[in-house]
Structure formats: C-alpha cells, structure tokens
C-alpha cells in the first residue's frame, strides 16, 4: 500500500488566487502552475476586471502583471492599497521589466515581492507557498492576540470589581481614587474600610511587576486583607496577618509594598505601618510633605517579626494622598522620570481644589510630563480629606 505524502509544516492551507495579466499566453502558464496545488484559482485580462473580482471575490494573493493597457500593474495596487477591505491582500508583481526602480517603486506601493518574466514555475511555487504561509502565520497571530485582549480585558472588568466600587464617607473623612493599570490588569491595591468608634482602615499595596501574576496577587492580599480574624484596627498586626498568608511565597522572586493606616475622627490621629511602601503626602494648606515613619522590608519575602507602628496628628483641612510608584517613576520619551518633587509641586499648587479636581489636576500633569508615554507601571492614587471643605 503507498505510504501518504508527509505534508510540511510550511504547507499552506487553500487559498483564493487571483492571476492578472493580458496575455493569453502568460495567464495559461500560471494556472498550470498553479493547478493542483489546492487553491481556488481566479483570473482577470485587466486592471479594471481585477479590480471588479476583488470586490466580489476578496482573493488572499495576487499575482499582478505590470504592464497591461489601460489601468496598469501600479494603478492596481495602488487602488487595493488605498481601500481598508483590500489592503491586506497580497500582491506580486508579474513584470518582464528588470530595473532596480520598478521594483522599488512596486514594493513601496505595497507589493509584498517581485517575479521577473519569463516566469519559471518553480519560483512562482516557491514565492506562492511562502507568502500564503506567512499570510497565514499573522492570520493566526492576529487571532491568538484579538482572543488574548478579550481575556484580559475580561480580567480587568475582574479586576476592578474587586476594587471598592463606591468609596464610603467616615465621619468627617472622604475618600476619592484613581486607578490605572500599565495593560489591563496589574498588581495595584488599594481599599477603605470602616471599622468601630468612627475609624477608618486604609490599605494601599504594590505587587513588583505587572499582568497576570501581579494581579492574582493582589486579588489574594485583597482576600487576605478581608479576613482578618479580628477587626483591622493595629496596623502591624494587619501587615503581618496579610505576610503569614504568603508563607508559600516567601523566598520568590515576588514582593508587595503595603501601607496600611487607621484614621481616628474623634481624635485627628492617623497610626499606621509601612512595609517597604512609599509614605503619604500631607496636604497641609500650600505645604507638601511625606509623613514620617519607620518602615520595614515588603511583605512576601519572609517573616517579619517587627513591624513599627507611627503616628501622625491631623487637622481640619488637611489632605493626605497615597499613592504607588508607577506615579513618581513614571516616565517621558527621554527616560526622565516624574518623581517626587514634582508631585508634591502640582499638589502644592491646586491645594485649593476639590477632592476629584485636585486628583485630576494630578493626573494631567502627570500626562503632560510623559508627553504621550505609555506607563510601563500601574498608577494608583487614593485622596483622603479631613473635613467637608474640600468634597
């Protein structure tokens, strides 16, 4: 019995192709060629008839003689390449001419290549089969990559549900937020809490890197964070609770800053414990400036037995803004970063302005800096006000 021919893996699969030229001669050539290899065979004696069977046809390759009456070779590809539905299509040029200018100036419209009359059967083979084979390489690509967008922006909708979707107001405290990820999904957590004797729980957290495992862990601190055993009010109890969590990470290549505070109204005290995580700024009028702490090493690496708990009086009128990071390092088209000072400037200047103003004026300086830079990190930003003044 005959074996079955192995089919290469560079085999094309069956395509539409459609043959122009206004020889008789030269159109008979091609399609004995070409028969037998599987692919749906078209032809045209003109520009303008190709043109017509492209519209109905929608062919995955032309092969496209040059010099023909009327709408030539050039005036063809031109036309296909102007056009959104067509412009994909590929075209080689069929052409007895040799000069290095026509066939620049067919590559430049568009042509993917060139074969020079006489026509050898193998060559157009050969030039057929690849081309159709890497069209269909991006087909697939195209493919993988449109199905991979929707899974992730499905997993940022995910995601952002696990975010607070309504920021609560406590006592005389409020609360607004930005959130932005570097692509789709990202590391960034951020969350308010109300706890007993009109207190406030705010935790702000970084997962290092970001995409797909940035995001599961921070789904898991955000997991971690709502089940302490007891209410989240001692901050280094909360940051050692959520870091026993991770014992099956410590020793990884992963880690996560987290600042996490408790805001008492009754007293206009803040205390809180830093793991690695930048300290917020206190808007205090036109002054800008870190709030002090003592800090230790992020969470997810190993055991911390020590974690300082600090404080910070507050006054009617303050502001304090956490943030993560991908806000002071981001960066603009010559690599420079954003950094502090900066931030600290902006606030500075628009402290005069509502809570979401405020953050907004934030967020345009921050783009104006970048200049039209994508972020290569995730942006968080969570305002908190002390009194009513500024909602």
Not at 200 to 212: M, N, T
Not at 341 to 346: A, F, N
Request: net charge negative; with cysteine.
């Amino acid at each position: 019995m005959p074996q079955p021919k192995a089919v290469s893996k560079n085999t094309p699969k069956p395509a539409t192709i459609l043959i122009v030229d206004d020889s008789p001669v030269n159109l008979q050539v091609l399609v004995r060629t070409l028969d037998g290899t599987g692919h749906r065979i078209l032809v045209a004696t003109s520009g303008k008839a190709a043109i017509e069977i492209v519209q109905r046809a929608q062919p995955d390759l032309i092969l496209l003689d040059v010099m023909m009456p009327g709408m030539d070779g050039f005036e063809v590809c031109r036309a296909l390449k102007e056009n959104a539905s067509t412009r994909n299509i590929v075209i080689i040029f069929l052409s007895a001419l040799g000069e290095v200018a026509d066939k620049v100036a067919g590559l430049n419209m568009g042509a993917a290549d060139y074969i020079t009359k006489p026509i050898q059967a193998d060559e157009v083979l050969a030039r057929v089969a690849t081309h159709l084979f890497q069209q269909q390489l991006e087909r697939e690509v195209r493919l993988s990559r449109d199905s991979l967008d929707r899974e992730l922006s499905s997993a940022a909708e995910m995601q952002r549900l696990i975010l607070p979707r309504e920021l609560p107001r406590i006592g005389n405290l409020t609360f607004v937020a930005h959130y932005q990820t570097s692509r789709y999904v990202g590391g960034d957590y951020y969350d308010v809490v109300e706890l007993p004797d009109n207190r406030a729980g705010v935790l702000i957290a970084d997962v290092s890197g970001h995409g797909a495992t940035s995001a599961i862990v921070m789904a898991m601190i955000r997991a971690a964070f709502h089940a302490c055993p007891t209410p989240p009010v001692d901050p280094p109890s909360v940051l050692r609770y959520i870091n026993a969590q991770f014992r099956f990470l410590w020793g990884s290549a992963l880690l996560a800053t987290a600042f996490y505070a408790v805001i008492d109204n009754a007293t206009r005290r803040m205390s809180f414990s830093c793991a690695g995580h930048p300290p917020p700024l206190l808007v205090r009028g036109r002054n800008v400036e870190p709030v002090r702490f003592d800090g230790t090493i992020p969470l997810l690496l190993a055991e911390i037995a020590d974690i300082p708990v600090c404080e910070q009086g507050l006054e009617p009128g303050d502001r304090l803004l956490f943030y993560t990071d991908g806000i002071t390092e981001r960066e603009n088209g010559s690599e420079e970063l954003y950094e502090l000072p900066r931030l600290c400037d902006v606030l500075s200047r628009s402290q005069s302005l509502l809570s979401e103003q405020l953050l907004r004026a934030v967020i345009e300086d921050l783009d104006a800096f970048a200049a039209g830079e994508e972020p290569h990190d995730d942006q968080t930003l969570l305002l908190v006000s002390v009194g009513s003044q500024h909602t």
